[in-house]
């Protein structure tokens, strides 16, 4: 008996062989990784609709976000390519009985097997900058919109064209030989590759100008509403753990970040931006309102 072999797919391929090798559960609470948090959060509870609501998460890793949300009330549907990442998630889904994820099972941003208009909120927080080739953005952009009511958002998050650089400088990896032609390759054209075996070079990807978000996302006929900066300056300190532990400068520090989200002459400094859309047109159909 023959059967039809699926096809490869190296983006799924890597992904997976790169998150095998670290932990994304718990990348969060490390390094920079709370502030990440906290300002993820922070743009979620200010824009997405209030609870009950069914909200998509799409490359969610293990839940962070998605766990959270199901606790303050949504239905909350996780997708993620990596297996590792959907046990995980199924797991803690367990630990919290009387919140637990409406669903969560292996999938891809570019092929949703969601119904059209069934998601009240989209989170696209890994997908874009995960997917190196500009139609295969394209094509998951317009996935995000056919599944998202009409006028809901979808947050989507890109890495910074200049996160390398930043991390060369701040956290001295230009003095390996080995990155400096890591970054120079991002600042050219955004496509960032590590031949090296270190998984703090990160793996393919593409990183974003914030001109490339913009453009991406009004390519497939959503209408940008907010572009924000995430981890903003905060992501520069060098004494952040430091300060973290502070209630008062981390106050002081959550304060300003979110007062400057918006200036587009800092936005590249910020390792993580978050664009926030919203649907208007089905993809590849008529306006629900005609």
């Not at 090798?21 to 200010?46: H, Y």
């Not at 900058?129 to 394209?138: A, G, S």
Request: hydrophobic share 40%; net charge negative; proline share 6%.
């Amino acid at each position: 008996m023959t059967g039809s072999k699926k096809a490869r797919d190296p983006v799924t391929e890597d992904l997976t062989g790169y998150y095998d090798r670290v932990d994304e559960a718990g990348r969060l609470a490390i390094g920079t990784g709370p502030l990440e948090f906290a300002r993820t959060l922070d743009i979620l509870e200010r824009y997405l609709p209030p609870p009950p609501g069914s909200i998509g998460d799409v490359g969610g890793g293990a839940g962070a976000y998605a766990l959270l949300l199901a606790r303050k009330g949504y239905a909350v549907h996780l997708l993620d390519p990596v297996p590792k990442h959907i046990k995980q998630a199924k797991c803690a889904s367990l630990e919290q009985p009387d919140h637990p994820l409406a669903s969560a099972k292996i999938g891809d941003a570019r092929a949703l097997d969601w119904e059209d208009s069934s998601m009240d909120a989209l989170l696209f927080l890994g997908p874009l900058y995960h997917l190196p080739e500009r139609e295969d953005r394209l094509k998951a952009l317009r996935e995000a919109s056919r599944v998202t009511r009409l006028e809901g958002r979808i947050f989507t998050a890109a890495i910074s064209r200049f996160a390398s650089l930043i991390d060369g400088i701040f956290r001295r990896f230009l003095e390996d030989p080995a990155f400096v032609p890591i970054v120079e390759r991002d600042l050219v054209d955004g496509q960032h590759r590590n031949p090296t075996e270190n998984p703090a070079y990160f793996t393919s990807a593409f990183f974003h100008h914030p001109d490339d978000i913009v453009a991406e996302i009004q390519e497939v006929g959503l209408t940008l509403e907010k572009l924000l900066a995430v981890e903003s300056i905060g992501g520069l300190l060098s004494d952040f753990e430091d300060l973290w532990q502070d209630t008062k400068r981390r106050n002081v520090l959550l304060k300003f970040i979110r007062a400057i989200e918006e200036e587009p002459s800092l936005l590249g400094t910020s390792s993580h931006i978050i664009a926030i859309a919203k649907t208007g047109k089905i993809a590849g159909g008529e306006d629900e309102t005609e």
